[in-house]
């Protein structure tokens, strides 16, 4: 698991809203686009949500309650104003962190667990979730259902974790 901080705007008017949309993610490449997407979203109150980090939270030593600081917020604030410099006077609400899972090989979870009859995990996604539940549900849900899945899930084994004697 590794921290990562989210960063809250103040509420835009309808105006400012409109105009910032329109222009938010024009004129970045594919590369710049699929990150940020991931990375901000819009709320109906008017703010937008920005996550990132400074690149120092996976080394905390700290491994408990996730912290943001000024240094991380400032970070996060500084990458976003270089991709989209009409936030530069943008208002900042609040800050707060969060834990993302991660298995050991970065690949998610989706497996029966033998050890605990009928138990399903879906888990470790990486900070993907977001963007893959779609199809994660679709799956779950086939195999509550006893269906064979539309996909294969093979490769999302729990128990590609244990020790092969």
Same mark, same amino acid.
């Given at each position: ?11 835009? =008017? #309808? ?16 590369? #710049? $686009? ?76 989706? =497996?029966?667990?033998? #050890? ?41 084994? $729990? ?7």
């Amino acid at each position: 698991m590794f921290k990562v901080p989210q960063v809250l705007s103040r509420g835009f =008017s #309808e105006k400012e809203n409109s105009r910032i949309k329109s222009n938010l993610l024009k004129g970045c490449s594919i590369i #710049e $686009y699929n990150c940020f997407s991931d990375l901000i979203s819009y709320n109906k109150h008017g703010s937008f949500v920005f996550g990132g980090s400074s690149g120092y939270e996976a080394f905390n030593k700290d491994n408990g309650t996730p912290t943001t600081s000024s240094i991380t917020a400032s970070c996060i604030c500084r990458g976003i104003m270089k991709y989209f410099p009409m936030l530069k006077d943008v208002k900042i609400v609040r800050t707060w962190a969060g834990w993302i899972d991660e298995c050991k090989d970065l690949t998610p979870v989706i =497996s029966f667990v033998d #050890e605990v009859p009928d138990f399903i995990l879906a888990c470790a996604f990486t900070g993907h979730g977001f963007g893959i539940s779609p199809t994660v549900g679709m799956l779950l849900s086939e195999m509550v259902e006893g269906k064979e899945t539309t996909l294969d899930i093979n490769a999302f084994r $729990y128990d590609r974790f244990k020790a092969k004697i």
